[in-house]
């Protein structure tokens, strides 16, 4: 259906971006192994780095067994009461975490669980002595929690309310009993995709970098990826730095590949259309577990971010916006974001592009069809190498060339747009195909191709979602502070590295109002960028 | 006239194969009449339709539109204007952006492409609908714009795959009488991929019945309903 010309040229644009993106990745790699490769080989086996690898492990095993063993009751008790006023209130209230910055989430938990915040007075006042402490394992486990229970909420009340509304019906006309009702229906659905989703809960918690930096920190307390960044930031001992690299992708290529064998999870049939009547759960006793399990997942994610919103207002927020420093990173994270939203913005449409037109192509060879798999894999190329690892093999190869701060934006643009390429993709890609099956054989048959096409046929329809993938691009690179955490200085910083300054400095009032700042731009980009994915779903 | 003798369409060996099954074409479709594509889902109808229309490319073999060879052609490069079931209109273009697409693809309108496109219109019973976007047309609108395009195309071959099947009964009758007279006038080679025997009754000059990615019976209409094979019996029943 494309011409000669145009299957080249899609083709030859995700050679390019492949090429380009491995070239990034391969040269930090690279870079990490030519340097002093002796000395990080003895690094490898140390008690240090056993003792990190072995805290990266388990506090991401309790991290998922957390998140998603008290996500099941939850999504047990939404799916179960479908029409509650407020429901989707709650339903809202669990995408907020997703699109919070990690720093700001730690820092309204910290205004709650710290030692001087609301949980704790409360546990005092109730007679308990030895009040949680927000840091340490403790600390990291509440703070995974908080990022990934609700993630897990809507992955497994999707899985529920993707079921037919008949099951329900015959369920009740058969006279089952809640637990039945449980064994029968609710968790076969549920067992489905609980692998999916724990394994992608264990991925993000084994990969997670600022929760653990402000949380942790310590021998005791300290991942892989932390680790990595304090070997080069206080220590400077790269050959540490790189052995604990080499570890890390260990550790994700093993994670990916037990992750590949089960079913990805989709949130798609979440709350989308009618919901189905349920007659089980009628019962006191079960409305009122229900009513409690709600209630009390809501105020655990509630509070956090009101505890944001009220500190970040008695910040003095006026002088803050128009302080010097303020404006200065504003500027300098704007920017990054817009370049690295554009970058991953842009590479997603080549890879989708060559991968749509090799799936086209009437034969396809064993070189095209490895092309196409390849270039599936490269958003998993940057799960597999995370950013902190990137952003080491940069530094590195970069440290001979003179000041890295001079390097340091773009770098950390580039990092950012691959982080958020996965992201980006999955946005765009099912618009793309969506617009291909619907426009592609009457716009080959009419002989409409290049920028005529493009201006009448592709543009008027995909700038949406290609908005939209930027937008979430933005919100993803405005909020990191894990390529930024390398680079920083005060020549160079980002809104979130002077939110982290702050509050290393003990200048909390003053990170308050710059985390309720930058958390607000964030939601609002993230809300534009999952806007309308109610309507694009298959039963909506 | 020459043109009356020409085959329209020739599959000359044409063989395809798509997953584990195998398709072979080898049949002539007559100039300048309407010939009736039909047989069971998945027998190969579209098959044989996206091979004449250039969305698929076959293996081996050759396929000649009005004498020449296409067999390797882009779809935009065939004379043939196609007119599918559904989303036969970009729906964010209005009717006349829509239609006037069939003349330029980059839209370079003349004065004269203008007053074809209001010709059209009038045609097929769409006056003063230029301005309207598609999803505020009825499923008969839409197609009767799609048969406006096919007008100002000036291709002398129409393909339709099952052009109205998504419309109520009672408006297929009207639609059918419009690619009559519209036949008529322009004198062109019609394609039309159906599975009701009732449209192959009331349109069709000649039938092509496939059965299993290959053309079981290839014969002129009054000729067909009076086979008695049994794929056809099945066929003719069913429906």
Known sequence: ?540 | MPEKILPGIELDNVELRLGARPFRFDCTIAAGAITAITGASGAGKSTLLNLVAGFSTPASGTIRIAGEDVTRSHPSGRPVSIIFQDNNLFAHLDITTNIGLGISPSLRLSRNDKAQIEYALDRVGLHGFGKRMPPELSGGERQRVAFARALVRQRPVLILDEPFAALDPGLRQSMRILLLDLHRETGNTVLLVTHDPEEVRRLADHVIFIEDGKVLVRAEKTEFFQLDIEPLRHFLNDS
Request: one cysteine or more.
């Open chain 1, 1 to 540: 259906m494309l011409t000669a010309r145009q299957a080249r040229q899609a083709i030859g644009g995700g050679v390019l971006a492949l090429t380009l993106v491995s070239l990034f990745v391969a040269i930090a790699v690279i870079a990490l192994l030519s340097w002093d490769t002796g000395r990080a080989g003895s690094r490898l086996m140390t008690a240090y780095t056993w003792r990190i690898l072995f805290f990266t492990i388990w506090q991401a095993f309790l991290s998922t067994l957390l998140s998603v063993g008290l996500a099941v009751p939850v999504a047990l008790a939404l799916a179960r009461r479908p029409s509650f006023p407020g429901r989707i209130w709650i339903i809202r209230l669990m995408a907020v975490p997703m699109g919070l910055p990690v720093l700001i989430g730690a820092l309204g938990l910290i205004g709650i669980w710290g030692r001087q915040g609301m949980a704790n007075q409360s546990l005092l006042a109730i007679g308990v002595s030895q009040p949680v402490s927000i840091y340490g394992l403790s600390g990291i486990l509440i703070a995974h929690v908080f990022f990934n229970l609700p993630l897990a909420t809507r992955l497994l009340l999707a899985s529920l309310e993707r079921l037919p509304a008949e099951y329900w019906l015959i369920a009740s006309s058969l006279g089952m009993k809640p637990f039945s009702v449980f064994r029968l229906i609710e968790w076969p659905a549920l067992r489905r995709v609980a692998p999916g989703v724990a394994g992608l809960v264990y991925m993000l918690c084994a990969t997670s970098f600022t929760l653990v930096l402000v949380l942790g920190g310590g021998p005791a307390a300290t991942t892989l990826e932390v680790a990595i960044y304090q070997s080069l930031h206080f220590d400077f001992d790269p050959p540490r730095a790189i052995a604990l690299a080499f570890l890390q992708i260990g550790v994700t290529t093993i994670l990916l590949a037990l992750i590949s064998v089960f079913p990805a999870p989709e949130a798609w049939g979440l709350t989308a259309g009618r919901l189905p009547r349920r007659f089980d759960g009628s019962g006191f006793g079960s409305k009122a577990w229900d009513a409690i399990v709600i209630a009390i997942a809501a105020v655990f994610l509630v509070l956090p971010l009101a505890s944001i919103a009220i500190s970040g207002l008695h910040a003095d927020l006026i002088r803050l916006a128009s302080s010097d420093i303020f404006v200065k990173a504003a500027a300098t994270s704007l920017s990054i974001a817009l370049v690295s939203g554009l970058v991953a913005v842009g590479f997603s449409i080549l890879v989708i592009n060559a991968r749509s037109a090799i799936s086209q192509a009437a034969s396809a060879g064993a070189g095209l069809k490895s092309l196409s798999a390849a270039l599936a894999g490269l958003s998993s190329l940057v799960l597999l190498v995370p950013p902190v690892v990137l952003g080491t093999g940069w530094f590195l190869a970069l440290r001979p060339m003179g000041d890295i701060s001079r390097f340091a934006p773009i770098l950390v643009a580039l990092v950012n747009a691959l982080m958020a390429l996965p992201f980006a993709m999955r946005v765009i890609a099912p618009a793309m195909e969506a617009h291909r099956i619907r426009t592609g054989r009457l716009s080959a048959s009419l002989g409409l191709a290049g920028w005529s096409r493009i201006r009448h046929i592709d543009f008027p329809v995909l700038i949406r979602p290609m908005l939209m993938a930027l937008s979430f691009a933005m919100a993803l690179s405005l909020g990191d502070l894990g390529a930024v955490a390398l680079f920083g200085s005060s020549d160079f910083t980002t809104l979130p590295w002077l939110v982290y300054n702050r509050l290393a400095s003990y200048r909390s009032n003053d990170a308050d109002g710059l985390a309720l700042i930058l958390g607000i731009i964030c939601l609002a980009l993230t809300m534009i960028g999952t806007a309308g994915r109610e309507r694009e779903r298959p039963n909506a």
